[in-house]
């Protein structure tokens, strides 16, 4: 079906940007998006014109909520160029911005989210790639030429040994740990989204291996927390010598994770 998107969109920067690591371009300009029992191909046609292999209910209730077709990006970007004005780093942060114009924070599921940025841990985003397909093709069911990511059913009962080969060294311990936790309820992911943000990010912490920036990016990319901005690598680098140790993100405001993906992309594909 054809769908007109008005707002900043660009599917290959969505894809790239960091946040997600199963969407892929399987053919020059076509892009696979899963989430749950749900894959899509989609393709940019012209300008604000796409293409996409779903009904228009299934986009409605499925696509449009993934990709925060609600809210207005060009607005963020503006108010990023309003916060910048006159400040020492104004040049960086609109040429983030610009750089990142058509990212957009991805709704995503829960636990793929929790599995994903655990294996994150001091390995580059082609590495997690390849190690989460991996879990998807071992534990998840196959749907075409498509491994779905695991329900936690499906995977709960994995030994530490049973994740042996999959590229996750001692997050094998970690990944266990997080399924105990959720197969015994004592961590419910989905009645997570009803606390506050500091009381959700501490509650992810009491999982094994499960830090701050994990957590962060887990409140960001699963329960859409832009508030928060989670500190990696490349933002702790952007904050140190860019903004001459000063956490931008604080005053910043509501909308600081979107800043955070606009800076994050640009400071990665830059450096």
């Known amino acids: 079906m054809e769908i007109k998107i008005a707002d900043d969109f660009d599917l290959k920067k969505i894809a790239d940007s960091g946040q997600c690591f199963r969407p892929k371009e399987i053919s020059p300009d076509v892009f696979r998006f899963i989430i749950g029992e749900n894959i899509l191909h989609i393709s940019k046609r012209e300008e604000n014109l796409f293409e996409a292999d779903c009904n228009a ?21 503006h108010e990023v160029e309003t916060f ?7 040049k960086i942060l609109r040429d983030a911005t ?18 994903s940025f655990i294996i994150s841990q001091r390995k580059n985003i082609p590495s997690i790639r ?8 071992r534990f998840g ?4 030429e498509v491994y779905l990511f695991p329900r936690v059913e499906e995977i709960s009962s994995v030994t530490v040994n049973d994740l042996t080969g999959l590229g996750l060294a001692y997050r094998k311990n970690y990944i266990k740990d997080a399924l105990e936790k959720i197969s015994s309820g004592e961590i419910d992911l989905t009645a997570l989204k009803n606390l506050p943000d ?21 409140a960001l ?24 140790g000063e956490n931008i993100f604080d005053a910043f405001g509501n909308n ?12 990665r594909s830059n450096h």
């Open 198 to 218: 500091d009381e959700l990010v501490e509650t992810l912490k009491k999982i094994k291996g499960v830090g701050d920036k994990i957590a962060n990016c887990v």
């Open 98 to 115: 610009d750089f990142g114009k058509g990212i957009r924070i991805l709704n995503q599921e829960p636990f793929e989210m929790l599995i």
């Open 141 to 144: 069911r196959r749907v075409g």
């Open 84 to 90: 910048a004005a006159g400040k020492p780093y104004e």
């Open 256 to 267: 600081a994770g979107i800043l955070q993906q606009y800076i994050f992309y640009h400071k």
């Open 130 to 137: 390849i190690s989460v397909e991996k879990i998807c093709a």
């Open 57 to 77: 209910e299934t986009w409605e209730h499925v696509w449009k909520n993934y990709f925060d077709l609600n809210t207005n990006y060009a607005s963020i970007r």
């Open 221 to 244: 990319f699963a329960y859409h927390r832009v508030n928060r901005a989670p500190v990696d690598i490349w933002i702790k680098r952007a904050i140190d010598q860019d903004f001459h």
